[in-house]
């Protein structure tokens, strides 16, 4: 990761959540906590940032962030639906204002011929709505979840604005 992007992006995070007003809470599979460590690193992120939820395995998805059972099975993990789901449920979970997911198969082994080594979902919430985006990225899987923080950073800083 380009350490020195990172650290503007959420330095420029920081500053539009704590202007608003606003908590951050982050639900994280395929990343496993690097976005919430990541935003840990910045000093002062405890005016900002309220909390994650590591569910990487299906059923911490269903009982800590409220996912219904029945998309895992018609959808998969790794799904809009699914990270739809997610970020609304981190919202409820940790009381926060702004939230990103993400679910994705950061490799090297796992990939199908639907959703390759690389597919990341991610979405965001507030509020008043929610996005959601397909990633395809590529490397290493350190490399993937590298890609995917920062692909968060930057939909939350859309949104944070």
Known sequence: ????????AVTELGE????????????ES???GLLASTLTDTPGSSDWFAGSV??????????LLGVDPALLREHGAVSEPVVLAMARGVLAAVGADVSVSISGIAGPT?????K????????WAWPSGTRSRLYTFTGTREA?????????????????R
């Open 116 to 123: 390759p080594v690389g597919t990341v979902w991610m979405a």
């Open 16 to 27: 539009n959540l704590r202007a608003n007003g606003s908590l951050l809470a982050t639900a």
């Open 54 to 63: 590591v569910a990487y395995a299906n059923p911490v998805k269903e009982k």
């Open 1 to 8: 990761m380009d350490t020195r992007l990172i650290s503007l």
């Open 30 to 32: 395929c990343t496993g």
């Open 110 to 114: 796992g990939g199908t011929p639907d």
């Open 144 to 160: 993937v979840k590298a890609q995917a923080v920062m692909a968060a950073l930057n939909g939350l800083l859309s949104v944070s």
